[in-house]
């Protein structure tokens, strides 16, 4: 027996799923990670103006031990799977004690290290991900989606792993890193992964790779204060943004919304630049047909991640509310922003429910 999802696509029965493609990795799964765990601690609910509002996190990690599986004895074995990044009882009470209602989750992290892979691997890799992280969101379906970490080297492979992920293990979207091998994929080489992002209705999760490793010259950001990671990823996520809009991808695919991580990088905070580059540079052959200020209030939203007062205001006032998600990094311990956003000073009430949850609501077809 198969049902219809609220976008009207054929799902499998998840027993079946269960009992076929994710049989072997699902009873490591239910073993390993506390699926069957006992109560939770209580959950801080989070209230505005006396009502009950639904909150979701775009930005949370997890590795799967499945994947370490598929990769032994390959060029890429002898990857980390840290037991502290795993999902597990630990995840939900931590969501439980900030108030977080859903995460949508994703294997964005250590620098996107599959997409090393040869094709055939990285079919396996994300497949092995996809299937495990379909399992534990089954076991949680009222606080977990799921986001399929795509083999963005490969377009064509990354399509038809999103729609497999989408429409047979009821992922909601894709999570990619913000270059392939020092190539943006704003090209039209990419294409063919857009357009199936476009024509499943999901959003694409950004996120970069430590350290920005095709941005900078060895060394560059060395030093104290952790740069790679403080300077390097929203810069990458900088100019992937900006990429999207110049090369003209946001306008191939105009129904295409794309999630910037770490506040959007640093483009909301110095869009005035952005705005002018390419009059001021009409060599440079710009190929979008609006201004970027537009694609930020249209296709392009930013996590919460900027952890003051000014900056969310400015991201708010650049992007508008409709653009501003929120977002934790889980389970890295950067600042919470829950509390940033419910007690701004400047936004109104139905604006913080929005960042808090309301619109990744929607971009996630997440329902109450």
Known sequence: MSFLSSR?????NRRDFLKTAGAAASGVYLMGHGLTAGAQSARREIMLNGRRVTTVDVHAHCVFPEVAAVIAGSPLDGREFPEWQLLGPARLEEMNSRGIDYQALSMTINGHWWYEADR???????????????????????????????????????????????????????AVGGQV?????????????????????????????????????????????????????????????????????????????????????????YLGRTEVACARFPDTGCLNTKAPSEYLRTQVFADSMVFSEEGLRHLVAEMGASQVVYGTDVPFPWPETMDLIIDSPTLSDAEKEMILGGNLMRLLDIEA
């Open 120 to 174: 055939a691997l990285a079919t396996r890799i994300v497949r092995a991900a996809d299937e495990a992280l379909a399992v534990w969101v089954e076991a949680h379906p009222d606080r977990f989606v799921a986001l399929s970490s795509v083999a963005l080297p490969y377009p064509d492979l990354a399509a038809e792993q999103l729609e497999y992920a989408v429409t047979q293990l009821g992922a909601r979207g894709a």
């Open 8 to 12: 009207g696509m054929k799902m499998p």
């Open 181 to 269: 091998h020092g190539e943006y994929p704003s090209s039209e080489r990419f294409d063919p992964f857009w357009a199936k992002a476009e024509e499943l209705g999901v959003p694409v999760f950004m996120h970069p790779a430590l350290g920005a490793p095709n941005l900078v010259l060895e060394n560059t950001l060395a030093g104290r204060g952790g740069l790679d990671n403080v300077v390097g990823g929203p810069f990458e996520t900088t100019l992937f943004l900006t990429h999207m809009m110049f090369d003209g991808t946001l306008d191939r695919f105009p129904d295409l919304q794309i999630v910037g991580a770490h506040g959007g990088g640093y483009l909301p905070s």
